[in-house]
């Protein structure tokens, strides 16, 4: 449904994208995740034909965006990152001129609009001007209006980025839902817990190229071996006792509470040494945590490069 | 084709009164379309006192000229500033669909404008030799007229007051020396060059000669004059706008 192959782009000495290459196949949720100035915005831009890129080209369903703007954006929805409606207009007429501008029949346009807003929570707000919107109100009829030729792609830059917690949600039980019905989604996003919620597949950037992707559940096997294992005794140690630990180990402490991050398979042994140590020193263990590292850590470590 | 071609004029109809409905009553609009020319207007006034014929050649030919080209100039720079213009430029249409559709709502601005302005002059009593004449001059300079708007537009500036003084610092020179107020062949000769450079001085000879019969050119060069203004400024400032929209992303 969309491909981008080998998409270079820079400004200035800027190389913002340098070569991105992804496919995203009918009914999926993509998410390119990445810190702020990754190339995300640069690559959505490239991909929807608004920004021409110095190498590389795009499809969307199978029509090269830069050869055929017009039909390739004909079939697809786009809310930009930093984007508004116009806000001296109401928030029908918004939907409106989106509509002609997809040359839907008028009646489409007022059934779809309706139910459109009836679902994002602003059919009540559908005569005020766009200038009396929250921001989150603000963003949700963006997606109305990028929803309102009922596109089979959508491309999200960042649509939860700076919202109140109930807009967000709003749009992402939207997002799902529209998967729900077959929608193609590609979204960008910093928030890595969205990404793992929301996503199929993600594709992580960094630096303008991407540098890992898969599922969430891939990323997280593939880089999420690692286990955490927090122990509060009931006196500090020193810390010379945790050497035998610090060969095979990345190992902290803090006071009484010592911090070790090992592989899973080694579970067994790491906490045998533990007992070891209580049993030596004497010590009684108050506190104990053992968890999976978050998807956050694994995206710190591969933009990290470890 | 066809079809292809009539959802290209819906596209662009829809942008334009898009346009008109954002742009034709906001402040710098009214201020330097319709206020500004009526002071110059009334300024000359006050110092000569010509006939009604010439008086309201005299309106009209400036009110089209400032009006047809006072919205042009700030619709891109008031987007990039809103934020809207990428949002809109996602659509399934081009920069050059946008343009157009902005050059037709202040094309169409020039034309209100100045049909007010026959009106009021057929309410004193004068009215154009040539209807159809007039029609037809006052379309194609007001086209002519929007396309230099936006020739101001191109520097890719967020700042709306920025294109309005610069299109002002231009248009203004423009009317003393297009044969509004004082005709050509009154200039001083250093000046007269100048004056056959100005899209102005065509239509405003056009005007004269409906209005009181004086002209400086015949009609026909007159237009052919005005027409060729309208292509090279329209490929042009086109051109370069669709050059520098990008940066405005
Ligand atoms: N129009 C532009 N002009 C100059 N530099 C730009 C422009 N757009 C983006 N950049 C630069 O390109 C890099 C990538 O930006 P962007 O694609 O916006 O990243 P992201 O969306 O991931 O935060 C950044 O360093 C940014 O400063
Ligand atoms: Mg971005």
Known sequence: MVEAIGLYKSFGSVEAVRGVSFSVSRGEIFGLLGPNGAGKTTTIRMITGLLRPDRGRAFIMGIDVHRDPIEARSHIGVVPEVSNPYVDLSVWDNLVLIGKLYCIPKETIIERGKSLLEELGLYDRRSSKAKTLSKGMRRRLLLAMALISDPEILFLDEPTSGLDVFSARKIRSMITGLRRNGKTIVLTTHNIDEAGMLCDRVAIINKGKIIAEGTPDDLRIRYGKYIEIKVLFDNSIDSSVLNEFRDHYNVTCDERWVTIICEKNELDEVLDKIMNIKHRLDLRIKDLHIESQSFEDIFVRIVRGE | ?249
């Open chain 2, 1 to 249: 084709m066809v079809a292809g071609i009539s959802d290209y004029l819906k596209k662009i109809w829809a942008l334009s009164i898009k346009d008109m409905r954002l742009y034709y009553f906001k402040g710098p609009t009214i201020v330097m379309g319709v206020v500004m020319p009526m002071f110059l207007w009334l300024a000359f006034m006050i110092g000569s006192s010509p006939s009604i014929g010439s008086a309201v050649a005299m309106l009209l030919s400036i009110s089209s000229f400032f009006a047809a080209s006072s919205i042009t100039p700030v619709i891109l720079p008031w987007e990039t500033r809103q934020k809207t213009l990428e949002m809109i430029l996602a659509r399934p249409i081009t920069i050059e669909l946008v343009l157009i559709g902005t050059c037709l709502a202040s094309m169409l601005y020039g034309v209100f404008v100045s049909l007010v302005i026959i009106a009021i002059g057929i309410f004193l009593g004068v009215c154009a030799a040539n209807i159809p004449v007039l029609i037809a001059s006052i379309l194609l300079s007001s086209i002519c007229y929007s396309f230099m708007g936006l020739l101001f537009s191109a520097i890719p500036s967020d700042v709306p007051a920025d294109a309005v003084l610069l299109s002002s610092v231009v248009r203004m020179p423009l009317i003393f020396i297009s044969g509004v107020f004082v005709p050509i062949n009154r200039l001083p000769i250093l000046m007269r060059p100048l004056s056959y450079v100005s899209p102005l001085t065509y239509y405003a000879d056009i005007i004269n000669d409906l209005y009181i019969g004086r002209s400086t050119f015949s009609l026909g060069i007159d237009f052919l004059v005005l027409l060729l203004f309208t292509i090279i400024l329209g490929i042009f400032t086109i051109e370069t706008n669709r050059r520098t929209i990008i940066k405005r992303l």
